[in-house]
Antibody, heavy 119, light 110 residues
């Protein structure tokens, strides 16, 4: 079965950096595009970034562009999110999510990892 | 970051039908066949319930249906059940290689 397991969340001060990881299993990772989606406490979902299956194409949401970087290691089935220049408003649960094979739906989600940006 | 517009809340009694709207623009919902809906229960990850406007993943009851007219997509939950009480989010592809989410609708089963 498809499984996505995030790690790397935690508390960090404003201006700091953090790298999230997502280990994928149960499917052919190199075949699928992958997203990061976040959810601030008590708030709605916000799309963060997407990376194509071959890592040749990436795109970011307006609020993180220039500060966050999405990448992947298809040899190890791992998705990453490098987060720099963190702000208080980046506090959220970050979900690793699989893009469906042919469209724009997110067909599987991880359980999420909490990032707290606070002084 | 632009957000698709959903009503913050909706409600219905068991057995009734409820429709939740998701309004965007011609650059997203109106110009895309890739509208999806997600169900999220408290403290859990979202779950895909509809994709490409009106298609259901395996295992999702046919009580959940979707449609689109112009810049507005809709999710209808028929025969409401207690377990349908959750937050619902729409999403749509937008521009080149971008995804937008709606602000979410809290569905209450009375």
């Amino acid at each position: 079965q498809v499984e996505l397991v995030e790690s790397g969340g935690g508390a960090v001060q404003p201006g700091g950096s953090l790298r999230l990881s997502c280990v994928a299993s149960g499917f052919t990772f190199r075949t699928y595009g992958m997203h990061w989606v976040r959810q601030a406490p008590g708030k709605g979902l916000e799309w963060v970034a997407i990376i194509s299956n071959d890592a040749k194409s990436v795109s970011y949401g307006d609020s993180v562009r220039g500060r966050f970087g999405i990448s992947r290691d298809n040899s190890r089935n791992i998705l990453y999110l490098q987060m720099d220049s963190l702000r208080k408003e980046d506090t959220a649960v970050y979900y690793c999510a699989r893009k469906d094979i042919s469209g724009w739906a997110i067909d599987y989600w991880g359980q999420g990892t909490l990032v707290t940006v606070s002084s | 970051q632009s957000v698709l517009t959903q009503p913050p809340s909706a409600s219905g009694s068991p057995g009734q039908s409820v429709t939740i709207s998701c309004t965007g623009t011609s650059n997203d919902v109106g110009g895309s066949n890739y509208v999806s809906w997600y169900q999220q229960h408290p403290d859990t990850a979202p779950k895909l319930i509809l994709y490409e406007v009106n298609k259901r993943p395996s295992g999702v009851p046919d009580r959940f249906s979707g449609s689109k007219s112009g810049n507005t997509a809709s999710l209808t939950v028929s025969g409401l059940q207690a377990e349908d009480e959750a937050d619902y989010y729409c999403s749509s592809s937008a521009a080149i290689n971008k995804l937008l989410f709606g602000g979410g609708t809290k569905l209450t089963v009375l």
